[in-house]
T-cell receptor, first 113, second 112 residues
């Protein structure tokens, strides 16, 4: 079974802190994604990556950056956390040959005070 | 950009009832997907649809890819307590190999 793990289930940070969210997948998938989930807005794509060291902006990249140094790991970085970044963050991965089937991690609920 | 309208936003129904939800898009999709998110977990793919008019079942779940390619619906028959969760539709267009657009979700709650 595909497994996507996220470094924390719950995280509380202060405004202005630098925040790292880590995601690891164990199925050798080429594609990895970061979404945020907010009530009534569904899942919105922040950044995605097709390969190591490659990254593409999603629909809401402002205030975020990403890093993909290894194929299995995709990190989301909040350079200076703000209260409007309080949200559920979901990581996903998919293979190049079955790109429509994304496998999600359990999510990280981030609260910025 | 592409947008998906998913309805209803929430449903509160009796156990044993059938459930229906749908998604409409402002543009054509090549693939329609339905995901379910259990409380405290990430979404899991339920059904994938690849052809206009296609009707696909997965147990008590049935989904259809609309003829216009701009809509899809999901039916759940004889709902049970474990059906509780948030259901997301998602679409993938022709222009991008991997980017998927998600609807806002339908939250299903069931009275035992």
């Amino acid at each position: 079974d595909v497994k996507v793990t996220q470094s924390s289930r719950y995280l509380v940070k202060r405004t202005g802190e630098k925040v790292f969210l880590e995601c690891v997948q164990d199925m050798d998938h080429e594609n990895m994604f970061w979404y945020r989930q907010d009530p009534g807005l569904g899942l919105r794509l922040i950044y995605f990556s097709y390969d190591v060291k490659m990254k593409e902006k999603g629909d809401i990249p402002e205030g975020y950056s990403v890093s993909r140094e290894k194929k299995e790991r995709f990190s989301l970085i909040l350079e200076s956390a703000s209260t409007n970044q309080t949200s559920m963050y979901l990581c996903a991965s998919s293979s190049r040959v079955a790109a429509d089937t994304q496998y999600f991690g359990p999510g990280t609920r981030l609260t910025v005070l | 950009g592409q947008q998906l309208n998913q309805s209803p936003q929430s449903m509160f129904i009796q156990e044993g009832e059938d459930v229906s939800m749908n998604c409409t898009s402002s543009s054509i999709f090549n693939t329609w997907l339905w995901y379910k998110q259990d409380p405290g977990e990430g979404p899991v793919l339920l059904i994938a649809l690849y052809k206009a008019g296609e009707l696909t079942s997965n147990g008590r779940l049935t989904a259809q890819f609309g003829i216009t390619r701009k809509d899809s619906f999901l039916n759940i028959s004889a709902s049970i307590p474990s059906d509780v969760g948030i259901y997301f539709c998602a679409g993938q267009g022709y222009s991008s190999a991997s980017k998927i657009i998600f609807g806002s979700g339908t939250r299903l709650s069931i009275r035992p």
